[in-house]
């Protein structure tokens, strides 16, 4: 069975600053890693994933995570965020039907 | 940009009422999904649909639960008489392969209805 974490339910943080949104995993499969984001009122989007290779992988928006197979963790990094990156954000492993299983979700605040 | 469109994207019921949630998923999608999300918990799986048939379904797909692609275009979930822990965002997803990680295809997910059942 697989399970993901999200520890922090809500990061405020200033525009400019470093952000750091935590993902844990659990698996017992090969472990496929994904993050969407979602926008108010809008639907779930493919922001980044961790299929296999580098274990640093860049998505969309400057966003860049990073999979640590012994902390098994896959946190979502960007150095230098803007007001529009206000948004909800959800980490995910992809179960042995190929069907991903979330996490509750991280509310990202960025205040100007 | 195609996109996965739903709706209503607010619906109040009283418990026990029957509610239908749309779906339209990306035209030359094959699969179609449900997954839901109580408030401050985690996005759950629901249903998956191709072909005309359900191809699995979580725990929670229980017999209130039914899935229709009634023409071409709509997807539709049925919550026969629902309940008070009913209330929900629903998302709908579609994708055009269904395949292992090394062919990945990216889910689209639709904006989501907020059911509220009083």
């Known amino acids: 069975a697989q399970s993901v974490t999200q520890l922090d339910s809500q990061v405020p943080v200033f525009e400019e600053a470093p952000v750091e949104l935590r993902c844990n995993y659990s698996s017992s499969v090969s472990v496929y890693l994904f993050w969407y984001v979602q926008y108010p009122n809008q639907g779930l989007q493919l922001l980044l994933k961790y299929l296999s290779g580098s274990t640093l992988v860049k998505g969309i928006n400057g966003f860049e995570a990073e999979f640590n197979k012994s902390q098994t963790s896959f946190h979502l990094r960007k150095p230098s965020v803007h007001i529009s990156d206000t948004a909800e954000y959800f980490c995910?492993?992809?179960?042995?039907?190929?069907?991903?299983?979330f996490g509750r979700g991280t509310s990202l605040i960025v205040h100007p | 940009e195609p996109e996965v469109t739903q709706t209503p994207s607010h619906q109040v019921t009283q418990m026990g009422q029957e509610v239908i949630l749309r779906c339209v998923p990306i035209?030359?999608?094959?699969?179609f999904y449900w997954y839901r999300q109580i408030l401050g918990q985690k996005v759950e799986f629901l249903v998956s649909f191709y072909n005309n048939e359900i191809s699995e379904k979580s725990e929670i797909f229980d017999d209130q639960f039914s899935v229709e692609r009634p023409d071409g275009s709509n997807f539709t979930l049925k919550i026969r008489s629902t309940k008070l822990e009913d209330s929900a965002m629903y998302f709908c997803a579609s994708t055009f392969l269904a395949g292992g990680p090394s062919s990945y295809n990216e889910q689209f997910f639709g904006p989501g209805t907020r059911l509220t059942v009083l």
């Open positions: 035209s030359n999608h094959l699969y």
């Open positions: 995910a492993v992809l179960g042995g039907s190929y069907i991903p299983t």
